[in-house]
T-cell receptor
Framework: NAGVTQTPKFRVLKTGQSMTLLCAQD?????MYWYRQDPGMGLRLIHY???????AKGEVPDGYNVSRLKKQNFLLGLESAAPSQTSVYFC?????????????FGEGSRLTVL | RKEVEQDPGPFNVPEGATVAFNCTYS??????FFWYRQDCRKEPKLLMS???SGNEDGRFTAQLNRASQYISLLIRDSKLSDSATYLC???????????FGTGTKLQVIP
């Protein structure tokens, strides 16, 4: 069972470069999320999606864009990377009918911006 | 005040000890509560949900105090494999209102 898969797992960028993180889930979940995790800050929500074709801003959306063209995929884009975006990025998903509220996370993508 | 606050630790305890973590939340309208476990450099995984009546899963007991707005996690007979960071998670309503605490680090020592 793949669950939630993130690619790439590691990436080093120079300031100003762009890149896209891909999140894929095979659980037919409606909700998908992108978080970033920084030391002492906990997980902070960047953007989320409640279904195919819909996205919304979370707590820290600036500098990021997202798209959900297919239900199973949620893409996170960095248009012009900045050192402040050095972080570990986690994608998560949750099912609409899941009343436990459990979030299923990918293994994380470690991004360094020089 | 942070929406969800936890003591970051670390808590260093010997094997077999009992350890308790507390977490406070600021939004009195919060609806559901969870404890997640995160191993070093890994993703968070659900440990257990927290119910108003309190709930137990093996060596783990979670409790909720709505009046004082805190939740707790008790681990009995600590194992080396319990070493991890424990994240308090609060849902204040809706699919996006999920707030994570910064986590409490536990190190169980032989």
């Amino acid at each position: 069972n793949a669950g939630v898969t993130q690619t790439p797992k590691f990436r080093v960028l120079k300031t100003g470069q762009s890149m896209t993180l891909l999140c894929a889930q095979d659980m037919n979940h409606e909700y998908m999320y992108w978080y970033r995790q920084d030391p002492g800050m906990g997980l902070r929500l960047i953007h989320y999606s409640v279904g195919e074709g819909t996205t919304a801003k979370g707590e820290v959306p600036d500098g990021y864009n997202v798209s959900r063209l297919k239900k199973q995929n949620f893409l996170l884009g960095l248009e012009s990377a900045a050192p402040s975006q050095t972080s570990v990025y986690f994608c998560a998903s949750r099912g609409l009918a899941d009343n436990t509220g459990e979030l299923f996370f990918g293994e994380g993508s470690r991004l360094t911006v020089l | 005040r942070k929406e969800v606050e936890q003591d970051p630790g670390p808590f260093n305890v010997p094997e077999g000890a009992t350890v308790a973590f507390n977490c406070t939340y600021s939004n009195s309208a919060s609806q559901s509560f969870f404890w997640y476990r995160q191993d070093c450099r890994k993703e968070p995984k659900l440990l257990m949900s927290v119910y108003s009546s309190g709930n137990e899963d093996g060596r783990f007991t979670a409790q909720l105090n709505r009046a004082s707005q805190y939740i707790s996690l008790l681990i009995r007979d600590s194992k080396l494999s319990d070493s991890a960071t424990y994240l308090c998670v609060v849902n204040s309503g809706g699919y996006q209102k999920v707030t994570f605490g910064t986590g409490t680090k536990l190190q169980v020592i032989p």
